[in-house]
């Protein structure tokens, strides 16, 4: 199981950053929620675990609302299970 961890995650960028890392998207992806969404619908362009621990989602909850809203969406919609950690 993976371990994605945004306990670290101060801006807009470094949230872009984390997931550019940890889902292993191509250089050239938009940093946007739609282009986030469209690289891990394509198994070309990423690298989808089927479950992902989460570290420090209340907190990305918590100062960036809408953000973390969609990231979840797109994880739910891309059948991807997650378990959150303290």
Known sequence: MSILN????????????TLEVFFWLPNFWGR???AF??????REFSTLPSQVQIIGLETLRKN????????EEILDENSIKYTLLR
């Open 6 to 17: 945004f306990s670290h995650i101060h801006t807009k960028s470094e949230l872009m950053d």
């Open 32 to 34: 946007n929620w739609d």
């Open 37 to 42: 969404g469209d690289c891990i619908a394509d």
């Open 64 to 71: 960036f609302g809408e953000d973390a809203q969609i990231l």
